[in-house]
């Protein structure tokens, strides 16, 4: 058999043209989606045509575009995935300690988290210094209406503070509930994209070649849905995608298969379950954030401003029902604070109305100050009901422990984000677009289609002569 000739020849040069124009197609794709951060730079894979036998042996015959190709490397983009999820648990998590600080009154130095006196000009603090000098400043003139006055004033000022602390703690632990149950109801709508995006891909592939658009959306669902939770996925034999959030397999061959449900307990706190009820434990993702905030730091802080609430209630009224008021009558019945936390705390309003029931003495003698002095003297006396500790030493303690926590979240975000950076570098480097490259790209098939045109321009020449030398 003879070679190509001038009509087959001419024939290669028209398929180069084609490889040519389609790699100079692409070349501008990749440019047009240079700022796209969620795009996988493609290229066309050119392989040699199918060689022709001759009796000199077989004869290229040109080029042809084998397949369109996307570059991503697979490690990469899960391994992103699996940061992502850590990160987001991470701000979330700094988030709401934030809003929590808010709450508080008071911007907690992450630099000095020491328990003491460095928080004793601040909020609870700053009210139980103020209480403890007025008593002090009582038991100096136990019959002067002013000063009980004042020491009234100070009691309630500082039961409003806890009131008010307490409140906004609730408030916010309710807020971030509703968050936990509007990212519930986000990862069943991401869950359902995902799934729908395979499911794209395989039907796309199966007709019409490579779907690697519908593959860049479903890689950044897959990272949106791993800020929620923790996620893993799998592929069988066929390429179908498997999706597990937290073990649990929720997408299996591009169908969604289960889903995830709000679980409730009954104090209307809100969890992640499965569909059948049963409970997912949680190991990264915003969501799990949100519930470690809720149902620890906040739920420490308040269960601590209640102990100390609980301790001052108990141990001033404890003494003040032992003494007796400025009519010399004792009422072993009568508190000075009404309530049991800090929820509730509040000063007699008996005592408000009149300071004069104020029960400071410990005898019926005018001018003695002995339940008073024990009452002040309670501003440095250790608790044993609060860990040994004097009241503000404990709510140092109390915001120190909050303030550890806050700084250890920090410096954990700030590691994690470092490490995402440097994964999306790692990738960017892999599937991120050139510029350069892609304008040399495009002149390397502006040259490989101008020399293919040329080919056909002298192939057709000679087939022009050759017809003339018959004539």
Request: charged content about 20%.
């Given at each position: 058999?003879?070679?190509?000739?001038?009509?087959?020849?001419?024939e290669?040069a028209?398929?180069?043209?084609?490889?040519a124009?389609?790699?100079?197609?692409?070349?501008?794709?990749?440019?047009?989606?240079?700022?796209?951060?969620?795009?996988a730079?493609?290229?066309?894979?050119?392989s040699?045509a199918?060689?022709?036998?001759?009796?000199?042996?077989?004869?290229?015959?040109?080029?042809?575009?084998?397949?369109?190709?996307?570059?991503?490397d697979?490690?990469?983009?899960?391994?992103?995935?699996?940061?992502?999820?850590v990160?987001?648990?991470?701000e979330?998590?700094?988030r709401?300690?934030?809003?929590?600080?808010?709450?508080?009154?008071q911007?907690?130095?992450?630099?000095?988290?020491?328990?003491?006196?460095?928080?004793?000009?601040?909020?609870?603090?700053?009210?139980?210094?103020?209480?403890?000098?007025s008593?002090?400043?009582?038991?100096?003139n136990p019959?002067?209406?002013?000063?009980?006055q004042?020491?009234?004033?100070?009691?309630?000022?500082?039961?409003d503070?806890?009131?008010?602390?307490?409140?906004?703690?609730?408030?916010?632990?309710?807020?971030?509930?509703?968050e936990?149950?509007?990212?519930?109801?986000?990862?069943?709508?991401?869950?359902?994209e995902?799934?729908?995006?395979?499911?794209?891909i395989?039907?796309?592939?199966l007709?019409?070649g490579?779907a690697?658009?519908?593959?860049?959306?479903?890689?950044?669902?897959?990272?949106?849905?791993s800020?929620?939770?923790?996620?893993?996925?799998?592929t069988?034999?066929?390429?179908?995608?498997s999706?597990?959030?937290?073990?649990?397999?929720m997408?299996?061959?591009?169908?969604?298969?289960?889903?995830?449900q709000?679980?409730?307990?009954?104090?209307?706190?809100?969890?992640?379950?499965?569909?059948?009820?049963?409970?997912?434990?949680?190991?990264?993702?915003?969501?799990?954030?949100l519930?470690?905030?809720?149902?620890?730091s906040?739920?420490?802080?308040?269960d601590?401003?209640?102990?100390?609430?609980?301790?001052?209630?108990?141990?001033?009224?404890?003494l003040?029902?032992?003494?007796?008021?400025?009519?010399?009558?004792?009422?072993?019945t009568?508190?000075?604070?009404?309530?049991?936390?800090?929820?509730?705390i509040?000063?007699?309003?008996?005592?408000?109305?009149?300071?004069?029931k104020?029960?400071a003495?410990?005898?019926?003698?005018?001018?003695?100050?002995?339940?008073?002095?024990?009452?002040a003297?309670?501003?440095?006396?250790?608790?044993?009901?609060?860990?040994?500790?004097?009241?503000?030493?404990h709510?140092?303690?109390?915001?120190?422990?909050?303030?550890?926590d806050?700084?250890?979240?920090d410096?954990?975000?700030?590691?994690?984000?470092a490490?995402?950076?440097m994964?999306?570098k790692?990738?960017?480097?892999?599937?991120g677009?050139s510029?350069?490259?892609?304008v040399?790209n495009?002149?390397?098939?502006q040259?490989a289609f101008?020399?293919?045109?040329?080919?056909?321009?002298?192939?057709?020449?000679?087939m022009?002569?050759?017809?003339?030398?018959?004539?």
């Amino acid at each position: 058999m003879s070679g190509l000739g001038l009509l087959g020849t001419m024939e290669m040069a028209r398929n180069a043209m084609q490889t040519a124009r389609q790699g100079a197609e692409i070349a501008g794709h990749n440019l047009a989606n240079a700022s796209n951060p969620i795009y996988a730079r493609q290229r066309v894979k050119i392989s040699a045509a199918v060689a022709i036998p001759t009796d000199k042996g077989p004869q290229g015959s040109g080029s042809e575009v084998a397949r369109l190709e996307q570059i991503r490397d697979y490690a990469i983009d899960k391994a992103l995935v699996s940061e992502k999820s850590v990160t987001a648990y991470l701000e979330a998590k700094q988030r709401q300690l934030r809003r929590a600080e808010t709450a508080l009154g008071q911007t907690i130095d992450r630099q000095n988290i020491d328990a003491g006196e460095s928080y004793s000009q601040y909020g609870v603090a700053e009210g139980l210094t103020g209480l403890f000098n007025s008593f002090q400043a009582l038991s100096a003139n136990p019959t002067s209406t002013a000063e009980r006055q004042t020491a009234l004033f100070n009691a309630q000022k500082l039961s409003d503070k806890f009131n008010a602390l307490d409140r906004r703690l609730t408030d916010l632990r309710k807020s971030v509930n509703e968050e936990v149950s509007d990212e519930i109801t986000n990862i069943n709508v991401k869950l359902e994209e995902v799934a729908y995006l395979a499911a794209s891909i395989g039907n796309t592939e199966l007709v019409e070649g490579a779907a690697n658009e519908v593959r860049d959306a479903m890689q950044h669902s897959l990272e949106e849905l791993s800020q929620y939770v923790n996620i893993s996925t799998s592929t069988n034999g066929d390429g179908k995608l498997s999706v597990f959030v937290d073990g649990v397999e929720m997408v299996t061959a591009n169908a969604m298969t289960n889903s995830v449900q709000l679980a409730t307990d009954a104090n209307g706190m809100h969890s992640l379950a499965e569909a059948n009820g049963d409970p997912i434990e949680l190991k990264s993702g915003s969501l799990k954030g949100l519930i470690d905030v809720r149902d620890n730091s906040i739920t420490d802080l308040q269960d601590r401003l209640n102990t100390l609430a609980t301790s001052l209630i108990g141990q001033v009224n404890s003494l003040h029902q032992t003494g007796y008021d400025l009519t010399g009558t004792n009422d072993n019945t009568r508190v000075f604070f009404t309530g049991t936390n800090a929820s509730d705390i509040s000063v007699n309003s008996d005592l408000i109305d009149d300071p004069r029931k104020l029960q400071a003495a410990s005898t019926a003698e005018v001018g003695d100050n002995g339940v008073i002095r024990s009452i002040a003297a309670l501003g440095n006396t250790v608790v044993t009901g609060l860990g040994s500790m004097t009241f503000s030493e404990h709510y140092g303690n109390t915001i120190s422990r909050f303030g550890q926590d806050m700084a250890l979240t920090d410096t954990q975000l700030k590691d994690q984000h470092a490490v995402q950076t440097m994964l999306e570098k790692q990738r960017d480097s892999v599937q991120g677009v050139s510029i350069d490259e892609e304008v040399a790209n495009l002149v390397i098939y502006q040259r490989a289609f101008q020399a293919s045109a040329r080919l056909i321009t002298t192939m057709d020449k000679l087939m022009g002569d050759v017809i003339n030398m018959q004539r």
